[in-house]
């Protein structure tokens, strides 16, 4: 059995001898396919060479599950409940994928959210989807489902040994507080389901596409043969790293603008492979946060977390106060970037002297630089700053005008106690109180992808004409989340969906999965 403790916050461990590293430090054999070796897929998702139609599997399974992530690993031990021979095929040397990191799962009317004082449910939840998801649809089928199966879900996670000590309010959560924490230092979730599991698993294997006969699947392909199966489960994670699908699916964002805020390999590259061979949905609506600065201590497109910009004056490319920047803590920020970026954040001196930037520890797996003050920021990277809002607004290239206007607009503001303009609490805050003003630009960072293969509420998936595709379920991000539209432009804690669709895909691949043809006879 597969021992993994991942951290919350920590990267996984990447032991190039293709080992593991259980929970005492010790490493765990590595489990591979009957060659031995790993495969390897390129850039359009296939292995350079077809596989003979008539070739004998390598080996045959009732569910095999393409991805070893959260979603991944709910729908394998969901299957292993119920009693099927199931195989997990994982691309990366190590199981956990994103959900290694999910640290908040959302989940309305909990046990914990009780002991707290905190009174909400199901159907709350749904009154609140529309608005906190920037228009999703709460009568959606897989919605409903959702929101009546997260407190289940994670109660499903605790009897594996999955821990919560405290619930936490969001903007992209609803109005109440629904954000169950995993403890500082604790194994994500999916570490307690990678050892749970007791299954077959094959790392460092690449499945290259998916095989199907008569309209159905029935099985995966690899550069070294292909797997037979009564059920695949694909939960291979999104495309938040992919810049060319990026570009041509989501509107309003430069290619140069792109910057990157998730786990290396979330390339979708087996979900593109399928577009046109399955119906996709809701691509438009990538997670994108717009809270941090471009790192200069990592290669290209990497993000630097800024916590502090709840409390600058934010403008956009007119040089014009261009929204709440209460929004840099929701994924509604993207809209204002839509409409009015790029966008700078302008700092007064006691903001600038405040503010701290933060490597993202999923976007360098070597441990990144940690956290820099403003002073070594600056050393590092391109900040703007000046006595006059004319000289700062030719150096950011906005109107000297409209930026000496929105700094003197922002701080009488101050005055009256209240934002007439966006509503930003300002009480929370002071004004700018230059001279000087300080810019830096911010950036646009992929983080969650929420569209991908459309499915039915069970997570099967749907071919272009919108009948389900025999043999083929979907979970994850790999399917944006819940498979429908009807997620909007996401929300936070948006993980514990992953563990719910990844049941949900379990119990319906292994209900259809017995058994595959190979083995029936």
Request: a negative charge; glycine letters at 14%.
């Amino acid at each position: 059995m597969l021992s993994l403790v991942l951290a919350c916050t920590a990267p996984p461990v990447n032991n190039h001898s293709g080992t593991t590293v259980d929970s005492a430090g010790e490493s765990a054999p590595r489990v591979t396919d009957d060659s031995g070796a790993d495969s390897a897929v390129d850039s359009a998702g296939h292995s350079g060479g077809d596989i003979a139609r008539d070739a004998e599997p390598l080996a045959s399974f009732d569910v095999v599950v393409v991805g070893a992530g959260g979603a991944g690993m709910a729908a394998a031990v969901t299957a292993q409940e119920l009693g099927v021979a199931v195989l997990v095929v994982e691309r990366e040397a190590e199981v956990g994928g994103a959900s290694a990191y999910g640290g908040e799962l959302w989940a309305p009317g909990t046990p914990l959210q009780a002991e707290m004082g905190i009174t909400d449910s199901a159907e709350q939840a749904l009154t609140e989807w529309s608005e906190f998801t920037g228009g999703g649809d709460a009568a959606d089928p897989a919605v409903v489902g959702y929101c009546e199966g997260a407190a289940a879900t994670l109660a499903w996670l605790e009897s594996y040994g999955a821990s919560f000590n405290g619930v936490a309010p969001s903007p992209d959560a609803g109005r109440t507080p629904r954000l169950h924490i995993v403890p500082m230092g604790s194994p994500a979730p999916v570490s307690a389901l990678a050892a749970a599991y007791s299954g077959e698993l094959w790392t460092g294997t690449a499945v290259t596409d998916l095989r199907f006969e008569a309209g159905a699947v029935v099985g995966v392909e690899l550069a070294t043969g292909w797997v037979e199966a009564g059920a695949v489960v694909v939960a291979s994670g999104g495309f938040a790293r992919n810049l060319e699908w990026l570009v041509e699916v989501v509107p309003g964002v430069a290619e140069a603008d792109w910057h990157y805020e998730t786990v290396h390999g979330m390339d979708g590259v087996l979900s593109r492979s399928l577009d046109g061979r399955v119906a996709m949905q809701n691509l438009e609506n990538m997670g994108v946060y717009v809270h941090g600065v471009h790192d200069p201590t990592l290669t290209s497109g990497e993000v630097m977390l800024a916590p502090n910009l709840t409390g600058t004056l934010i403008v956009g490319s007119s040089g014009e106060r261009a929204g709440n920047e209460h929004d840099t803590l929701s994924l509604a920020m993207r809209d204002t970037w839509v409409a009015s970026g790029p966008l700078w954040s302008v700092h007064g001196p006691a903001q600038w002297a405040d503010e701290q930037f933060a490597t993202m520890p999923f976007n360098d797996p070597g441990g990144g630089t940690g956290s820099l003050d403003a002073e070594a920021y600056a050393a590092l990277a391109e900040v703007y700053s000046a006595d006059d809002p004319g000289d700062l607004a030719a150096q950011i290239g906005v109107s000297g005008e409209a930026l000496a206007e929105a700094i003197t607009r922002y701080d009488a503001l101050f005055d009256t106690g209240q934002d007439d303009d966006f509503g930003k609490p300002l009480q929370e805050y002071s004004p700018l109180a230059g001279p000087p003003w300080t810019a830096v630009a911010l950036v646009p960072a992929a983080a969650k992808s929420f569209g991908g293969l459309a499915t039915l509420p069970d997570g099967q998936v749907l071919d272009p004409l919108g009948d389900p595709v025999p043999g083929l379920y979907g979970a994850g991000e790999a399917i944006g989340f819940l498979g429908t539209p009807a997620v909007g432009r996401g929300w936070s804690g948006s993980v514990s969906a992953v563990y719910y669709g990844g049941r949900v895909a379990g119990a319906a691949a292994a209900g259809r999965a017995s058994p595959p043809p190979s083995r029936s006879r």
